[in-house]
């Protein structure tokens, strides 16, 4: 499991990080200030920084100072769009640059994207007896391997991110196929797919009048 | 052209110009004294010779002899004939009357000299013979005899001719010397200009902080003087816009800010709740955070409005009792009071009257009692006025935390906040202190704070006096 | 124009300009001697003639002398003048029985002096041919004398005694000019003063005198020239004469030249 160091003074903001991360499968752990940021550095070893760049004490700049000599890799989370200011970023030595107000889906591609760059990914999904990796876009059951396709793994890997949580049917067609849904049949479909070759008829549960759920440890 | 180059054509032209009349002038001058002197001379001879030819005839006369032409012919030969004694003389005898009138007796007076040319008795004047001018003179004799006699005015020219030889390579030299001279003097009093055109360009390239700084005491001084007063008008000029710039620069950055956070947290949580149906306990956390950031929103873009509004119209000021702004807004901050631990206010009624915006100050005040509240939970706040001399000091005094002194400044700059996290918590936008600041100024005062952490701060709003009006005038 | 070929330009024209304006001086001195030559102007001191006077001419000289002379010897032909100068004048005769009688040598003279007289155009022709006439029919005996100053008086007579002084001329011996002329005529004659006297001045060369004018006011008015600065009068008269002796009446005509000093009427 990937740790993720997120800066953020704005609560709500490092709430929602927090919440999307935990969500899609990492160890979130948040600071409010810079002080408390390098402490954070210091104490332990991350894989991956969220850094707000306008904090109170030291700024997004100077943590990057600290982090870099670590390996660590950063991404930079601001308001401040202009390409001056990006450019700046990206050449102190941050490996992304996010621009306030982001959606979060991006947030999480993002995030995987640089820990996959950095070698850090490898990134894997686990739920009960099923790891998806998604570097090598490889799915074992109980240690055998599954063949799934395309639109399955995508289907698969969505229910595994939002785990514990109902996922709307045409948010969950949007997210797959893309584009607006015209019918049920397809995603239904392939539920019932997915069910019969995990074998987790239990597991994914159908949410009446939303869509679908993966249940909880 | 370079401006000294032409100050040297042009002194040198003047010069020139001037040397040449003079020295025609001078040399003129002499030559005429000249000419006059020979014309004195001349005339002497003239008169001998016309005395002696009458004296001749008289003297025929006087023995009864008759006068004849050989006789005088050879008389006036004889007299004329140049014996190598000072300048020659060529001279003629004509009858002017009888038979032989227009005849000449003798003349050896040049061949191509009509007789039209000839001046008449007692005048005199000048005739040319080949490149030699001859001065004539003509006098009537007894018996009806005319004489001319002519001299060479040769030696007037010669030495004219000398003169302005000697004249002309004076004039040369007066030239060439003039030409160095002037070539010197006018670099050197050109320096300045150099100078300051040097200084100018270097200015104009941007260069504001440079002065010129030629201190002479001509129109070039005057001209560095007003050039450097005018780079200094635009170092301001500039240094004023670029900070205007800057300054609406950092308020677009910090807006964007406050403006962005929110909506982020709107969005992401919105989108969370549109995409999935996450637990109870979340949907309860997303909605409420979905709604504080929006009431952040509110908040901010109802004190922006004030403020650009603030900014576009001019405001009617008339005279407004201060006691029941004062009351009006303690009125309006009720809940604010209420949420910060129920914290008290006291104000004393003073009966001043101010020229003001009603409902602004009532803004005014009511926005330092909320951030009084804010700062003290639970304190007490007071509000006081009195005036002094054309001008009153409303005060808004609380105990709360107090602002750092390093802060102390920022504190009314837009969407500054000293505790970002509280204020946010507590659904500030920063906006508030701007606002009043910016109150205080559209009613012709100023704000002041003063604060000791830990303490409490005071706020001092600065307004024009108003007179009372008559028992049951209007507000 | 390029600014600097402009530059070359207006340093040329600068350089170019020198010239001229340093040669100013010879402009103005052609200029100035064009204009003097051909230029009149009166003299600073005109030469003013000399005033002839009568001393100035031999003739009146002469005459004026024989008058001082004729006064001083009035007594006899010795004179002396005060400061030891002694002189003689012998004054010559006047009546025939005085004089010389002329050969014809004389009268061929005589004859010359009357010719030049008409040829000069004082005495008509007529008048010298009637003269001659009467001089050849009578076989007209003619007397001289002279002075000491050498005027010669010639005087012819006619008639059957002659008795008739037909001429009687006074000439200065030396230059031949005559000073008095009395001839008598037959009737019949004409002269004009106003023509005959300028003629007469002209032939005495006189007319250097340059004043010779009618002596308006005087007797002389209209048969007499006067100059003011030879002091001397030219009269030319003509009238009848009756002779007692003949009982015949005659013309004259006589011309006079003496020294004459007229009172200047203001």
Known sequence: MNRILIVEDEQTISRLIQVSLTRAGYECTVANDGVSAADLIEANDFDLALLDIMLPGLDGYDLLEYLRPMGTPVIFITAKSSVKDRVKGLSLGADDYL??????????????????????????????????????????????????????????????????????????????????????RTLDLHIQRLRKKLNWHDKIETVYRVGYRLKKE | MRFS??????????????????????????????????AAQEQTRHSMLCYTLENRILTLHRQGDPVTEEDLQGYVNELVTPDGNGPAQLAALFHTAGDAAGEAVYSCLPADWAADMLPGNGQETILRSGDTLWRVYCSALLDDWTLYTAYDLTEAFSARARSLQRFLLLEAAVVIGAAAAAAIFSRKLIRPLALLNRASRQ????NYALRTDVRTDDEIGQLSESFDSMAAAVQDKV??????????????????????TPMTGILGYADLLRSMQPDPQEQREAAGAIYHEAHRLENLSVKLLQLLHLDEEELQLEPISLDRAVTQAVKAARPALDQNEHARVEALSTGLWVQGDAD????????????????????????????????????????????????????????????????????????GLALCTRIAQAHGGTLTIESEPGKGTAVTVTLQAAPQPEQGGAR | MKPKAKRGLLLAVCAAAIVPLAAIPLGWFALTDAAMVGQTRGQQTPYTSLVPTGDDYYLLRQLNTRVELARRSCTGPMYSTGDGVEGMYLSGATYSGGMTYAADDMQQYRDEVLQTLVE?????????DQVKEEIDYWAAPTYYST????????????????????????????????????ISALQGHEIDPAAALPAWVELNELDGLGDWTVPTGTDYEQSGLYSHNGQALMTCATGLDTYSSSSETRQFLSLQLGPYTQEVDG
């Not at chain 1, 790891?131 to 799934?148: P, S, Y």
């Not at chain 2, 200015?203 to 941007?206: C, E, H, L, T, V």
């Not at chain 3, 000069?120 to 010298?128: D, K, N, S, Y």
């Open chain 2, 360 to 431: 602004l100050l009532c803004d005014l005040v009511l926005n330092l009692i909320t951030n009084a509240a804010k700062a003290g939970p639970g304190k007490t706040i007071t509000v006081t006025a009195q005036q002094v001399g054309r001008t009153v000091l409303l005060r808004v005094r609380d105990q709360g935390c107090g602002i750092p002194a390093d802060q102390l400044a920022r504190v009314t700059e837009p969407f500054y906040m000293v505790d970002k996290s509280r204020a946010r918590k507590q659904g500030g936008s920063g906006l």
């Open chain 2, 203 to 206: 200015i104009a390239a941007g």
């Open chain 3, 147 to 182: 002075d000491s100053l050498g005027f010669l008086r010639l005087k012819t007579y006619v008639g059957e005694n002659s008795q008739v002084c037909l001429l009687n001329m006074e000439v200065d011996s030396r230059t031949g000019k005559v000073v008095a002329l009395w």
């Open chain 2, 239 to 260: 240094a004023a816009l670029e900070l205007s710039v800057q300054q609406r620069e950092d308020f677009m950055g910090a807006f964007t800010h406050e403006l962005k």
């Open chain 1, 99 to 184: 621009v306030k107000p982001f959606e979060v889906e991006e947030l999480i591609a993002r995030v995987e994207a640089v820990l996959r760059r950095t070698g850090r990914g490898g990134q894997t999904l686990t739920a009960f007896d099923v790891t998806l990796d998604l570097a090598e876009r490889r799915v074992t059951c109980g240690g055998r391997d599954v063949d799934l396709t395309p639109r399955e793994f995508a289907l698969l890997e969505q229910l595994m991110r939002n785990r514990g949580a109902a996922l709307y049917r045409d948010v969950l067609y949007e997210r797959v196929w893309g584009g607006e849904m015209t019918d049920t």
């Open chain 2, 5 to 38: 180059e032409k100050l040297v054509c042009t002194i040198l032209l003047v010069v020139v110009t001037f040397f040449a009349l003079g020295g025609s002038a001078l040399l003129y001058g002499d030559f005429r004294d000249r000419l006059s002197s020979m």
């Open chain 3, 120 to 128: 000069g155009g004082v005495l008509p022709q007529a008048w010298w």
